[in-house]
């Protein structure tokens, strides 16, 4: 297809059309040159294809509803979910999807995101594994996928509105880099961009975000689509670097796109590149046959595979997993009504649902199972439940509490208010447990709820996560032993909400928020402040235990650009197979700027028989011991020693490993007349040319401030401080200010002497 010759065909009111859809669903097609429509559809965790390519939000066909994010990076698996990733592109195939509009790469800032249950991580490694993980699967088939939402989408408060104030190293280092792998590893066909603003420009029209860094650095070679609505301004927006917008059709759009470049406002070429873009997605869509069937069945298996994977048993006092008790009282609505998926765009209209007290009464013909409500739909108190389920619960031998955090609490759209369950929940466990302390709980959420309330009245966890229409079977087969647990936590349970790190600028007033924790979100801040949490980054437990040892490193000193392998043994030390998730931190000892304590950077799963030791090997790259610095705008290395941390989770270190980094970069020289002094000593270009006359200016300095007390003279001086602490963080120019009638030169010009040598060295 010569794309070119189709645009040089085209009029600019066809351009225009075509930057704007023709439906809620569809690109505009132009017959007369056989440009076809392109179809595209939610997302993420399945596909939602409204019949009616019109209408925004009628009943969708049935799809399977496969976990949502929480529970896929919780798996930390990443074959399973490229699998996923490709029933997901059969399914799309099936029901006529060119694009499936998914997956969500933003990071969980605060666990009161009301949309965090889409996103994978607090972490933006993890984070972006799994984002071009699922690209590259739904991809595989000929489908393709739009990353969203670009960028520092993290709330729901204000989301169409508010800008986000957020600082470039943040951005590069927390916000940014799960698309920047994504789009690198998987060349999303398109990435979505964000409703928000950030630092004053909405996202739909950012050129820094959208031209310069997604498509010239990173080199996406998709199409830019907008938000559903984001869009203010047409023509900012395609100058910024959108190319698609959406929903249409959008007749004013059009035209104003059409008077942009006739009043030479826009420049065509702009609008083409974006046409070229367009058109690029669309042949590449029309290529795949689609249509047909999907195996209903086979994805049903394979949703409850992803939830098995992904549930996380956060406490187990011994009693799981079950044996064949007498009789077991089930308590809690969500055991009959399964909640498996989050309110909002992404809500899948599933094939079948397992119904997770079916499912569970299928493990054990043994057992005699009572049920209880427990708890009603709304946010009502209801005694005369919780009554009923102690009742049940004191007879038998085992009490299984589904709880699942209802919607009002948790969707797309808004916010959470709190972490608690809801009041009548809690009463319930509460009552429950304190009668049966065999008790356990399994919980049904897309975010962390806090426990302190219950927790140690109840024998165990399961966090079971909205966990797809096919998650009843793997919380039975979990709690039964028949799926030995493996999934780990990806992101912190804090132990209260006011210990959450962006507590105090949460979520934002007088249209911003300032995102003013910086790099320290999720673990990095509850490393940083010793703050304890109710269970960390990474965690999960198992019917088995393992053990780490002979950790090794393919080299101990190292160049950045050729990086360095670490292994470990891991060793199944338990009576029940299972599956570990070894996790690799990095800890620069000694940065030029600030840095979290450590950083995930690597990890891998391995299963493991009873006895049995496999060696694990993490590959670590130039990236895993670069930060971005703001005054180089790019990613550096310094010299110097690295702890791998290699851990069970990010507060269970099992071993660790000291390696030596050399940079090959050579930076430029970025003092400059603002420079401190200790900046020049830190420098050593500026440390050579300005060392020499270092000691002549702290001897001047010390005299001006010289005391006649020879014992305090040689710190402290005559005004009662240590002088050189004071100069040294003053910059360069100020200091000699003060000592400019002994100097030969004025002391601006003996600094811009000084720059011009480091600046030519
Ligand atoms: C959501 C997107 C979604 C789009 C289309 C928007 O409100 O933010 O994630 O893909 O609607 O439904």
């Known amino acids: 297809m010569n794309i070119q010759s189709i645009i040089e065909k085209m009029t600019l009111e066809e351009k225009a059309a075509l930057c704007t859809g023709a439906s809620a669903w569809s690109t505009t097609p132009i017959e007369r040159l056989d440009v076809p429509e392109m179809i595209v559809s939610d997302g993420p965790h399945g596909v939602r294809r409204v019949p009616n390519v019109h209408e925004m939000a009628s009943t969708s066909l049935p799809a399977t509803c496969f976990p949502t994010a929480s529970c896929l990076a919780s798996t930390w698996d990443v074959d399973l979910i490229r699998h996923m990733g490709e029933a997901l592109g059969e399914e799309c195939i099936a029901l006529n999807v060119d694009v499936l509009l998914g997956p969500g790469a933003n990071m969980k800032r605060s666990p009161l995101g009301g949309r965090n249950f889409e996103y994978f991580s607090e972490d933006p490694y993890l984070a972006g594994e799994m984002a071009a993980t699922i690209i590259n699967g739904v991809q595989s088939k000929g489908v393709g996928t ?115 470049v006739e009043s030479g406002n826009l420049d065509e070429a702009v609008l083409n590149e974006s046409v070229r873009r367009i058109l690029r997605i669309v042949f590449m869509a029309a290529k795949t046959p689609k249509e047909g069937e999907f195996d209903v069945e086979a994805h049903h298996a394979l949703a409850q595979k992803v939830a098995s994977e992904g549930m996380i048993l956060l406490k187990n006092n011994g009693l799981l997993p079950l044996k064949d008790q007498q009789q077991i009282a089930v308590i809690g609505r ?79 759209g808004y916010d959470r208010k709190d972490l608690d369950l809801t009041n009548q929940q809690i009463a319930l466990i509460k009552a429950v447990s304190a009668v049966q302390p065999h008790t356990v709980v399994v919980l049904n959420n897309g975010a962390p709820v806090v426990m302190g309330d219950w927790i140690d009245g109840v024998a165990a966890v399961l966090e079971g996560w909205m966990m797809g229409q096919a998650g009843g079977g793997a919380i039975a087969d979990v709690l039964y032993g028949k799926v030995n647990p493996s999934g780990k936590l990806a992101e912190t349970f804090p132990a209260r909400l006011t210990d959450t790190p962006p507590h105090l600028n949460w979520p934002g007033d007088a249209g911003h928020v300032r995102y003013g924790e910086g790099l320290f979100i999720g673990y990095r801040y509850y490393d940083a402040k ?109 010299d110097g020693a690295f702890d791998l941390l290699i851990g069970a989770s990010s507060a269970d270190i099992r071993q660790t490993v000291t390696v030596n980094l050399e940079s090959t970069l050579n930076l430029p020289c970025i003092l400059d007349k603002e420079s401190t002094i200790r900046e020049w000593m830190a420098d050593p270009r500026g440390k050579a040319v300005f060392g020499p006359h270092f000691a002549q200016m702290e001897a001047a300095a010390r005299e001006m401030f010289h005391s006649d007390d020879n014992e305090r003279y040689a710190t402290e001086g005559s005004i009662g401080m240590d002088i050189m602490e004071m100069f040294s963080d003053m910059p360069l120019v100020s200091v000699l200010m003060f000592q400019k009638d002994a100097l030969p030169v004025h002391p601006e010009d003996m600094v811009a002497g000084l720059l011009q040598q480091v600046h030519a060295a």
């Open 334 to 412: 969500s055991a009959e009504n399964a909640h498996f998926q989050g309110g909002g765009s992404s809500h899948i209209n599933p094939t079948k649902v397992t119904v997770p007290f079916n499912a569970l009464k299928a493990q054990s013909e043994a057992t005699e199972f009572t049920y209880a409500e427990g708890y009603p739909t709304d946010d009502s108190f209801r005694q005369d439940m919780i009554d009923k389920a102690v009742g049940l619960a004191q007879t038998a031998d085992v009490a299984i509490l589904y709880i699942a955090l209802p919607t009002f609490k948790e969707s797309e």
């Open 530 to 638: 010793e703050v304890p949490v109710q269970f960390p980054f990474g965690y999960g437990l198992s019917y088995t235990t393992f053990a780490y040892s002979n950790a090794q490193v393919s080299a101990s000193s190292f160049k950045d650009t050729d990086g360095v392998t670490v292994s470990v043994d891991v060793t199944n030390t338990g009576k029940m197979a299972g599956k570990e998730i070894v996790q690799v931190y990095v800890h620069d000892k000694e940065a030029g700027l600030v840095r979290p304590f450590k950083e995930l950077k690597g990890f891998a799963k391995v299963v493991l028989e009873p006895g049995e030791t496999k060696t694990v090997s993490v590959d670590l790259d130039f990236r895993a011991f670069a930060y971005y610095h703001p005054e180089y705008s790019q990613w550096i290395t310094e």
């Open 146 to 260: 739009s990353l969203k939402h670009y960028a520092a989408n993290n709330q729901e408060f204000q989301r169409f509105s508010i800008s986000v104030e957020v600082d470039e190293r943040t951005l590069r280092e927390i916000y940014l880099p799960a698309f920047e792998k994504a789009v690198k590893q998987a060349q999303p066909w398109t990435v979505m961009c964000a409703y928000n603003k950030v630092n004053g420009t909405f996202a739909s029209e950012h050129d820094y975000l959208l031209n310069k860094i997604l498509k010239d650095e990173w080199g996406f070679k998709g199409l830019v689509v907008s938000d559903w609505g984001a869009v203010r301004d047409r023509v900012a927006a395609l100058k910024g670097g959108l190319d698609w917008e959406m929903p249409g059709p959008q007749d004013r759009r059009v035209k104003e796109v059409v008077a942009a």
